[in-house]
């Protein structure tokens, strides 16, 4: 199935493992990486991974730096305004709407330090929010003396449902409007374009927190309306970490500064952004290198197409095992399905909260060998899965033969200790 977006969503059930992916000589994909072989690596979403080439290049941008540290700051921000050129290319953004920032929650904070007070102003988030960016909504609202009004989005709701619930919050003591383009921990869309056309005809601000967007969808930004738009490029993209966009369009971006102020505080939106006294930016300079590698290798189009069917295999065999484990079907309704990413439900006892799943990809990765993002939504656990161009179905064979019986023994522990408890 094709996204409004361009991007590729498996409709029909995966029989067969997509071919693994090739370096031009023939290698496995995972070797232009660094990853520890003695590890499973199934959760590029959560922090990324930095291929070998680009940190490659960012040891030489630092080894230049320090060579010369008098020459290389006085410079620095004339080749960060280059660096945001080519990354707006990548996004399909204007260059002059797009400040660098170290991560989509960094941009959010700008936005929420920026915005206008308005006293008793109300802000509207999901309930599928990243716990940061809520609580930065929570604190503006108290600063406003205000609050914030959550909508329930349930988990199997589509484009209509989804945004019916948003918009079922909005009224008229809305000051903004936080949605994600992609969720963290359910893994699906929001509509956000459909969003952002009404709020503009409201003039309610709308910020979208594209975390996941940059890399896992063509042209995030492509015929989305909206005031302020914030995403990673270290997750899909596989830049070097602290590398994320900050986009910000119309009059209000005039009033957005950089968290900490510096000798560019003069300059305008968003050449302000290039100049932060001796912070190490050689991330920023090194990303392009990361998202030419995808590229240049096997071309972002393909890269997408294959992590999407890789994903919808994995979602297959992890859930084929654990429903035969519990008996229970494991498949989960997504209203809103994204490329790249899949959830499976848990058994019953594991991860039931944000703590527990945290504690669980603890152990998982101590215990198992696994790195895995297990999540929650609604007191129900889930292990997402998601795909980049170095797993292979292998990887997912392994986590459901290997894996999701010993998920079954903790679980059914859990349960008991909750019943003697």
């Known amino acids: 199935m094709s996204l409004a977006d361009g991007s590729h969503v498996s409709e029909t059930e995966v029989t067969t493992a997509p071919r693994p992916l090739l ?80 991560n989509a929650s960094a941009g959010v904070s ?46 199997d709701a589509d484009e209509e449902g989804a945004y019916q619930a948003v918009m079922a919050e909005v009224g008229e003591g809305t000051a903004l409007v936080v949605a994600d383009q992609i ?3 359910t893994a699906r869309r929001l509509p956000v374009g459909r969003l952002g056309t009404e709020l503009r005809r409201r003039g309610v601000p709308l910020l979208v927190d594209g975390a996941h967007a940059p890399g896992l969808i063509a042209a995030p930004l ?32 005039d009033a957005l500064y950089p968290l900490i102020d510096s000798w560019g505080a003069h300059d ?56 035969r484990l519990t008996g229970t079907d494991a498949r989960v309704d997504v209203g809103m399905p994204v490329p790249g990413m899949r959830l499976v439900r848990l058994p ?25 993002a297990f999540t929650s939504f609604g007191g129900v656990g889930y292990v997402r899965l998601s795909a980049h161009v170095y797993n292979t179905a292998e ?7 290997r894996c999701v019986p010993v998920l079954g023994e903790w679980a059914r522990a859990a349960r008991e200790r909750h019943r003697t408890s």
């Not at 005031?227 to 994320?244: E, I, Q, S, V, Y």
């Not at 997912?396 to 033969?401: I, L, Q």
Request: charged share 25%.
């Open 23 to 102: 370096l031009a000589d023939g290698r496995p994909a995972a070797r232009a990486w660094s990853l520890d072989p003695a590890l499973r690596h199934l959760n590029h979403g959560s922090f990324g991974a930095v291929p070998l080439a680009a940190q490659q290049r960012q040891n030489e941008l630092r080894t230049e730096m320090e060579r010369a540290p008098v020459v290389w700051f006085p410079e620095l921000p004339a080749r960060l305004a280059a660096a945001r050129v080519a990354l707006a290319a990548f996004l399909g953004a204007d260059p002059g709407d797009l400040a660098l920032v170290p």
């Open 110 to 155: 700008v936005v929420y330090a920026g915005l206008e007070r308005r006293r008793g102003g109300e802000i509207v988030v999901t309930d599928h929010g990243y716990g940061a960016v809520t609580m930065g909504a929570e604190r503006l609202a108290r600063r406003w003396g205000g609050r914030v009004r959550t909508a329930r989005v349930p988990l």
């Open 183 to 185: 969720t963290s921990a």
């Open 222 to 253: 492509d015929g989305l309306t909206c005031d302020f738009w914030a995403g990673n490029l270290h997750k899909w993209g596989c830049a070097p970490r602290g590398t994320a966009a900050l986009v910000a369009r119309g009059p209000l971006r």
């Open 268 to 323: 305008p939106y968003p050449d302000r952004f290039d100049q932060q006294g001796t912070v190490d930016a050689t991330h920023y300079l090194a990303a392009a290198t990361a998202l030419d590698l995808v590229g240049s290798t096997w071309g972002w189009p393909a890269a997408r197409r294959y992590m999407d069917e890789l994903a919808g295999y994995a979602e297959q065999v992890v859930g084929a095992a654990v429903t």
């Open 348 to 372: 019953d006892g594991l991860a039931d909260s944000r703590l527990a799943a945290d504690a669980l990809r603890d152990r998982a990765a101590a215990e198992l060998g696994v790195e895995a």
């Open 395 to 401: 990887d997912y064979e392994y986590f459901a033969e």
